[in-house]
Every structure is written in structure tokens, then in C-alpha cells.
């Protein structure tokens, strides 16, 4: 149980670094967080691949060589999802217009349509992006933006429970978006937009899911 509680304060504080701004962070570029948020989904991705190759499940392939591919792969994809962030889905629902919309934000158009915010190569001013919002309506914009933000959350996790055959794993970062969400509702911030509370509590999911997963 004291791994567990250990871990998860781990991704707690080190996911809060990861989106800090501060004058250290010179020495931790991105992706280094990133890439250390996603090396537990690796290095676990890997030894599972091991174990599975050794029995069998993915071939005869040589288990070592099985385990490092699998685990840089997760590695990778991993990190990517991290490097993604929440994009325009932060739960303020700020009225700038857009500037690229998410690479997920097609599949959230499927079930909320085009993001108000978004008018292409078009540079509307103010006003009219404003008005855009009012006319979709602000209550369906907010749960597009949730939504948005549990997309995100998934491309974090969804390589690693693949890799290992664990939905709860997989399905894990979806509470982010509750997490930023209730952050923004309570304030829980030191700066304007800011939301430290959400970043702890994202990182806490993020690698207690594993230490429970792996422990338990």
C-alpha cells in the first residue's frame, strides 16, 4: 500500500511540474516531462510484452526484442499524448477564436459539431466570435470542452492498456476532464488560468491507476 500512496504522490508532483512555469523548467524542455510521465507506461508496457512473448501470446518473436519495441512504442505515443495538453478545451471556454483546432477535435464534432470557435482561415473580430458562442450555446460548448479534455486524457493511456490488456489502465486519464473541470469550478489556482489543483490530481489518477494495476 505505502508503493501505492508513494507512486501516485510521484505523478502528482511530477505532472504539476510538468505544466509549471517556472525558471527550472529551462532545464527540463519539452518533451523531458513529458517523457518521464510516459516512462512507467513503458517500462511496464515492456516487461508485460516480455512476459506475454515468453508465453506465447505475441508469437515466438525473441521476448528482449519484444519488450524493447513494444516498449518504445508506448513510450512514444505516450509522450505524444502529454505533448498534446488540453488545447482549446480548458473548461473557461475563452472566446479567442481558434488558431488550429485539436487533432481530436473531428471525432468531438461527430457528437457536438464544429467548435464555435473555430472559422477556419477566417479572422472574425471579438463581437462576432462571441455571438458565434451565444448561438451554439455556452451549456453545450462547456461538456464539448469535457469531452475534448477526456479525449486528451485518453491518448495518454489508451497505448499502455493496449499494450498491456488492461482497460482500467486504459480508460484511466478519461478523469482528467472531471479533474480540470472541478479544479476550475473551485478556483483551485495560484494564477489566472492556472489550475494547479487539476494537474495534481491528473498525475495522481494518471500513475496511481498504474501503481494499483501493478500492486493490487
Known amino acids: 500500500m505505502l508503493k501505492i500512496i508513494l507512486f ?5 508532483v511530477l505532472n504539476r511540474w510538468r505544466g509549471l512555469g517556472h525558471p527550472l523548467k529551462q532545464y527540463t524542455p ?14 511496464l508496457s515492456g516487461l508485460f510484452a516480455y512476459e506475454a512473448s515468453s508465453l506465447g501470446i505475441y508469437d515466438d518473436l525473441f521476448p528482449v526484442i519484444v519488450a524493447w519495441v513494444v516498449g518504445i512504442i508506448v ?11 488540453y488545447g482549446q478545451y480548458f473548461p473557461d471556454m475563452h472566446t479567442q477564436p481558434l488558431d488550429k483546432p485539436q487533432f481530436v ?9 464544429r467548435d464555435p470557435r473555430d472559422f477556419g482561415n477566417l479572422k472574425p473580430d471579438r463581437l462576432t466570435a462571441v455571438l458565434s458562442i451565444i448561438n ?14 477526456a479525449l486528451t486524457g485518453l491518448c ?14 486504459a480508460l484511466s486519464c478519461i478523469l482528467k476532464a472531471p479533474a480540470y473541470m472541478i479544479s476550475y ?3 483551485l489556482k495560484k494564477a489566472e488560468g492556472d489550475y494547479n489543483g487539476a494537474e495534481y490530481v ?6 496511481g491507476s498504474l501503481a494499483v494495476a501493478t500492486w493490487l
Do not use: H
Open 8 to 12: 501516485t504522490l510521484m505523478g502528482a
Open 30 to 43: 519539452k518533451p523531458i516531462p513529458q517523457a518521464i510521465m510516459a516512462l512507467p507506461y513503458a517500462i
Open 75 to 85: 513510450l512514444v505515443l505516450t509522450t505524444l499524448g502529454f505533448i498534446t495538453g
Open 105 to 113: 477535435d473531428g471525432l468531438v464534432s461527430v457528437f457536438f459539431g
Open 136 to 149: 451554439y450555446g455556452r451549456t453545450k460548448l462547456y461538456w464539448r470542452c469535457a469531452f475534448g479534455m
Open 156 to 169: 495518454c493511456t489508451i497505448p499502455a492498456g493496449i499494450a498491456m490488456m488492461n482497460p482500467w489502465i
Open 185 to 187: 469550478a473551485l478556483e
Open 202 to 207: 491528473t498525475g495522481a489518477v494518471l500513475w
